[in-house]
């Protein structure tokens, strides 16, 4: 049986909801990664220091780094508990609806930093709603409903017309642009 330490070695977690520390700074938030790495003293080494700032950059939230995560926006405090599951340096990585409150251009930052992610050796798994997302930037897919496996396997495999229309029954219906859509967008 691991210990939470050890296990916090081997897999980092971005939950759909988070907890936001009262008063803690972005770098601060991020230098909560390094707490399974830290020595016994508790303090951070250069190597912690030097992840803190590498998932910062890879975040792009470093001109953030002396904010108060409450003056954040939600998608920049987002992408601040995404550089802490960064800067944890783990193997596994799991992210629950990690674009949520992203515009669209950091969720493509995202995707494609997840991919960089896979070519480093790690294991990415991510759960996402959005079908078009998950079918351009995953390897492999898994359909759930109801708690059950549906379907599983590449994008090709699972992305079919017979398992969408029977999964996601927005497929069945018939879909008018002109019926939602009151007038042109500003």
Not at 68 to 82: I, K, M, N, V, W
Not at 133 to 160: F, I
Request: include cysteine; hydrophobic fraction near 40%.
């Amino acid at each position: 049986m691991l210990s939470s330490r050890q296990l916090a070695r081997r897999l980092s977690l971005l939950p759909q909801h988070h907890l936001t520390p009262e008063g803690s700074t972005v770098q601060e938030l991020v230098s909560y990664g390094r707490n399974p790495w830290l020595s016994l003293w508790g303090r951070l080494s250069a190597e912690d220091n030097a992840r803190v700032n590498v998932a910062m950059n890879q975040t792009r939230i470093n001109h953030l780094a002396v904010r108060r995560l409450t003056e954040l926006s939600g998608g920049q405090r987002q992408r601040a508990f995404l550089a802490m599951v960064l800067a944890q340096n783990t193997p596994v990585v799991l992210l629950d609806e990690p674009t949520t409150y992203l515009d669209i251009n950091h969720q493509v930052d995202l995707m494609r930093l997840m991919g960089e992610l896979r070519t480093q050796g790690k294991t990415v798994v991510a759960v996402l709603h959005d079908l078009n997302q998950a079918s351009r930037y995953c390897d492999q897919l898994v359909v759930m409903a109801n708690g059950h496996v549906m379907a599983q396997g590449t994008p090709e495999e699972v992305m079919t017309p017979g398992l969408l229309s029977e999964q996601y029954s927005a497929w069945k219906r018939k879909y008018t642009p002109s019926r939602y859509l009151a007038g042109r967008c500003a």
